[in-house]
């Protein structure tokens, strides 16, 4: 056996199982990927159906492939086995894909003709004006050529509809809608534009964390006045529907847009508070009452993609913590966009929150920490960077991995994004704590209520005149010309070299990085 075989045959035999898994995940999203752009390979996916779907169904493809894994761990020679691995994942995530993207075909026929579906409203209906609202419409069933309220045909994917704004439609509302079927864009396979509503059908029960977060909501409108209101609910539960046009628009400009919604950062500061607090007393103790705050956090704001990501993070974060253990952000960035893109193909294939949720997350998770070490390393810096700075780095690095996607899906970026987040978001955790405690003090004690409001009242004011300021500045938002993905991929590219560059000058491999984020 040559050295170089040596070598190998050593790397592979050492290889952690937490890294053979991540292989495995790799390949399975590449193989989701490649169909992406499915509705120009239809004609190789149909002749690739026999080997993709064995069976006509792709669990037999992923039962095969599978077994074949297997029979590669055992039989060939460990050097083939990551290869072996990541060609199963691939096709594993060949036959996923090729299953809901056939599944997704039935909306074809109705493209620019009458549409009739009854299904459930997923999330809080955005109010853009008076006239009209928003929803975004889930477990659909097909009601074609039936008589309103009929046994309907359960199909795939989710529909975007602009329905009459005074419609009553609540989160967890089963609604019926008819009307001329558009084409769909992200994750929608279709939209609907001024759709006739048929009928409304409550909950019978109705959704108890939503009618429990409005009650919350009325509660805190009585000590802190709007918009400033609007802006606290956004911190804690991702109701943002309240938000004034003009405040909506002025986050947007400046970067802001991520505090206002259910993500992954509100989620961050409230489990290492809780951990921290009940942590005091015992490891369990911090771990189970983060676990519980995790639970109800996503239960109040509804599992968008950015929040499974953020739930499976902060969970595996806290179980590792728990039991004394480390994992390297790479493997945990990797298993968990698999895991949730194994859930749902179709984030990887147009969902904005997923992708940026994605890329944020990476960006905190290993390029922070490189670039807080080089930093170290050029300053001298014996001790780590305070909290301001970490956050400047922070929130530089989640900015820099999410402009390239940014620059492809919207063709604009923020100028004064990274100012703003400075002077905003260390005050988040502070309005976070004043919001809920003047929200619950309003069950018990007015006064108090009254008092604390008063304060986050200031704070809340304070952080929407910056917004504001900022906002109307010139060139704060520059708008792009069209950016391929081509181009997307070669940012990409550069950014890796730069990172692979920092922690050689640093001489760190980014393994211990904070990975509750």
Not at 55 to 64: E, F, N, P, V
Not at 257 to 285: C, D, E, K
Not at 374 to 395: D, G, H, S
Request: charged share 10%.
């Amino acid at each position: 056996m040559t050295m170089a075989h040596q070598q190998r045959h050593t790397a592979a035999t050492s290889l952690h199982s937490s890294w053979r898994v991540t292989v495995a995940f790799i390949g399975y999203m590449v193989g989701v990927g490649a169909l992406a752009g499915a509705h120009q390979l239809s004609q190789l996916l149909h002749l690739l159906q026999p080997v993709l779907m064995p069976g006509g169904s792709y669990l037999w493809g992923a039962m095969l492939w599978g077994l074949l894994a297997v029979c590669g761990v055992v039989m060939l020679r460990p050097w083939k086995l990551v290869w072996t691995i990541a060609l199963c994942g691939l096709l594993c995530g060949l036959s996923h894909g090729s299953f809901a993207y056939q599944q997704r075909q039935w909306i074809v026929p109705y493209r620019g003709d009458m549409l009739h579906v009854r299904g459930v409203v997923i999330e809080d209906p955005s109010r853009p004006d008076a006239v009209s609202q928003t929803i975004t419409v889930h477990k659909l069933e097909l009601l074609d050529n039936q008589r309103a309220g009929g046994q309907g045909r359960p199909v795939s994917g989710d529909i975007w509809a602009q329905i009459d704004g005074g419609a009553e439609v609540k989160r967890g509302d089963t609604i019926e809608l008819a009307g001329k079927a558009y084409p769909g864009f992200g994750t929608m396979v279709a939209s609907l534009r001024r759709p006739k509503v048929l009928a409304i059908s409550h909950q019978r029960h109705g959704d108890i964390m939503a009618e429990l977060r409005d009650d919350f909501a009325a509660k805190l409108g009585r000590v802190v006045e709007q918009p400033a209101a609007a802006l606290g609910l956004g911190f804690l539960t991702g109701m943002k529907q309240a938000l004034p046009r003009d405040v909506s628009q002025a986050l947007q400009i400046v970067g802001l847009t991520h505090i206002v919604v259910a993500s992954g950062y509100n989620l961050t500061i409230l489990v290492r508070f809780m951990r921290a607090l009940a942590g005091r007393y015992s490891r369990f103790a911090g771990a189970a009452f983060g676990f519980v705050l995790m639970i109800l956090f996503i239960m109040l704001a509804g599992a968008s993609p950015s929040m499974l990501r953020a739930g499976l993070v902060t969970g595996l974060s806290l179980l590792l913590w728990y039991v004394g253990r480390s994992i390297h952000p790479v493997v945990l960035l990797v298993v968990t966009a698999g895991i949730t893109i194994l859930c749902n193909p179709v984030y990887l294939w147009g969902d904005a929150s997923w992708l940026l949720s994605m890329t944020a997350f990476a960006g905190v998770t290993l390029w922070a920490p490189a670039f807080q070490a080089v930093i170290q390393r050029l300053l001298r810096l014996r001790k780590e960077p305070n909290a301001v700075l970490r956050i400047i780095i922070e929130t530089g690095s989640a900015q820099l991995l999410t402009l390239p996607i940014s620059l492809y899906i919207f063709g604009a970026v923020s100028l004064v994004a990274l100012p703003v987040n400075i002077l905003v978001l260390p005050l988040v955790p502070l309005a976070m704590a004043l919001v809920f405690t003047a929200g619950l003090a309003g069950y018990v004690w007015a006064g108090l209520s009254l008092l604390v409001g008063r304060f986050a009242q200031i704070l809340l004011d304070y952080m929407l005149l910056v917004a504001h300021f900022f906002s109307q500045l010139p060139q704060a938002q520059l708008a792009t010309p069209a950016v391929p993905l081509w181009f997307v991929g070669v940012l990409y590219s550069g950014l890796i070299a730069i990172l692979l560059l920092c922690q050689r000058v640093a001489g760190t491999s980014g393994a211990h990085a904070n990975l509750v984020v």
